[in-house]
């Protein structure tokens, strides 16, 4: 068997059992339990790996020009809650995480706050940020991290949410300084995303912000190089429903526009800060995808990016987007 078709074989297997698992609830909930009890999850990420996914997480946001918020609604909490513990270092008073999965583990977090001293200085670069502020903040982070995660989290003005519905009722309208998510929303059904952006406009605040960090590769290409990035565009959306699970790795196959546009249908102007896009991926685009159905007549550049940034204002309030920025810089 030639290595082309031993990778492909793979990649169907993979997908074969991710669905039969996925498609299983008893399953799939045993699989989840088996990884947080054996996976590398158990282990707190290394300082270096913590310090590097600080460094990236500023400065996307400051790339993007977005002020340290005092309200932040993140989606997609993930297992370390990283980004919610940057969010309250930089002066937030309150940060609600939600999640469609209970991932945050304890000693993960705990893990974090006890690098609170290798971020501090990646926060202090961020334009806005109160350094005197920051500094008492670093030393109850340091401090929270003997507590149990519930009293943790409290500490530091987190409220972590698992739920799988897009309503955000406890979120009071107009309110949030910031919607903000990493790695997240390309892992949505379309319908799904549609009514969180709906929510999202409800409850941000008219000069709020939404930003969201956005890769969307093939999953398999991340953990098998064999893969190319965007192989699982191949696939008709047929095809792709047949292969893949909602709830095991599940992703959408959304491009750049489509999501630029469901900004939009919400009620946003929405704009890409950051996006990139690689010569092999334009390339793959071109010679593989070009009488691809789904997607239509997109322009191939549009299709092959990869990953982006999206920052999105409510519309009315777009015009004073610009002012705004002028404050934070
Ligand atoms: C790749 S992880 C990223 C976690 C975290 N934001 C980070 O940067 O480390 C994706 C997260 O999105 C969550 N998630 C939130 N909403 C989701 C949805 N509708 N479908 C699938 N996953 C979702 C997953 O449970 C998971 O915690």
């Avoid at 893969?227 to 750049?256: M, V």
């Avoid at 990139?276 to 997607?295: F, G, I, K, M, P």
């Amino acid at each position: 068997m030639s290595q082309y078709d031993f990778w492909r074989q793979k990649y169907l297997v993979k997908h074969a059992a991710q669905k039969v698992i996925g498609a299983a609830p008893g399953l799939y909930r045993l699989q989840e339990r088996f990884k947080q009890l054996t996976g590398r999850w158990q282990q707190p990420a290394s300082p270096q790996w913590i310090e590097q996914h600080a460094r990236d997480t500023v400065d996307h946001l400051v790339q993007a020009q977005i002020a340290p918020p005092n309200y932040v609604v993140e989606q997609g909490t993930g297992w370390h809650g990283l980004d919610a513990v940057i969010f309250y270092l930089s002066g937030s008073e309150r940060i609600d995480t939600y999640d469609v999965r209970p991932w945050l583990r304890e000693q993960l977090v705990r893990g974090v706050c006890r690098c609170v001293e290798l971020i501090a200085p990646i926060v202090a670069s961020w334009p806005g940020v109160d350094v005197t502020l920051l500094d008492e903040r670093v030393r109850r982070a340091r401090e929270a991290a003997r507590l149990p995660l519930r009293e943790l989290l409290e500490s530091m003005n987190i409220r972590y949410c698992v739920t799988s519905t897009m309503q955000r009722g406890d979120v009071p309208s107009g309110s949030a300084d910031l919607f903000y998510s990493n790695s997240v929303l390309q892992r949505f059904e379309a319908g799904e995303l549609t009514d969180l952006l709906a929510e999202s406009r409800r409850f941000l605040a008219p000069d709020g912000s939404s930003f969201h960090r956005i890769d969307c590769k093939d999953f398999h290409s991340i953990t098998d190089p064999r893969i190319p990035e965007l192989y699982y565009l191949s696939f008709s959306d047929a095809t792709w429903r047949l292969l893949t699970s909602k709830y095991l790795n599940g992703q959408n196959r959304l491009r750049l526009p489509h999501f630029l546009q469901m900004f939009d249908a919400a009620g946003f102007a929405a704009e890409t800060p950051w996006h990139v896009l690689t010569q092999e991926n334009l390339s793959y685009v071109r010679a593989s995808l070009a009488d691809h159905v789904e997607l239509g007549e997109m322009d191939a550049e549009a299709a092959a990016i990869s990953r982006f940034d999206i920052l999105a204002s409510p519309r009315e309030a777009a015009c004073i987007t610009g002012e705004r920025r002028a404050r934070c810089a």
